[in-house]
């Protein structure tokens, strides 16, 4: 894993990615690491799970049904996020494809902030997202602006694996 650096800084959160490897200056994606080191592929366990996540979700929100057969995952963004750790407001908007963005939540809760397609500021709304949560966001949301402001503290779960801190793992579909 590594600290990405932003046009506004190194990032306090640690990422890796497999399937395709998300670059961050410029944003994009390629089939290697930055020293040119082939991704590991999007083991089916994760693309199994995209997928049944989604057809839970389209049980509520009908607009993503169509998702759920025709879901590849190809690209798995793993972020860990140790005490302390925040990610600021931004919109996947890399993806050549609409299809939803699907996140599991691991360890510490978090807030999750979602504002509007149309800028990071007010109004949004915080989401307490808590160890073992999915969050979709797909259809209208798809493009909205949304971060993480603070872990909330001493909420890691005993039996999660972690002493300490948040494993955020996103699942997307990068191609149309």
Do not use: K
């Amino acid at each position: 894993m590594r600290r990405p650096v932003l046009r506004s800084g190194q990032m306090s959160v640690w990422m890796t990615t497999l399937g395709l490897w998300f670059h961050t200056n410029p944003y994009r994606y390629s089939s290697r690491t930055p020293d040119g080191t082939p991704v590991p592929p999007v083991p089916d366990l994760l693309s199994d799970l995209a997928r049944g996540a989604l057809s839970a979700a389209a049980r509520h929100a009908p607009e993503l049904d169509p998702w759920v057969e025709n879901y590849r995952a190809d690209a798995v963004l793993i972020n860990y996020y140790p005490p302390g750790a925040r990610m600021g407001m931004h919109r996947d908007d890399t993806e050549l494809s609409d299809a939803p963005v699907v996140s599991f939540s691991i360890g510490a809760a978090a807030i999750f902030r979602i504002a509007t397609v149309d800028g990071r500021t007010r109004p949004w709304r915080d989401i307490p997202l808590e160890s073992g949560d999915a969050l979709i966001f797909g259809g209208p949301a798809r493009l909205a602006f949304h971060g993480v402001p603070r872990l909330i503290a001493d909420t890691t779960p005993d039996n999660c694996g972690l002493t300490e801190g948040r494993i955020n793992i996103t699942i997307r579909q990068v191609t149309a």
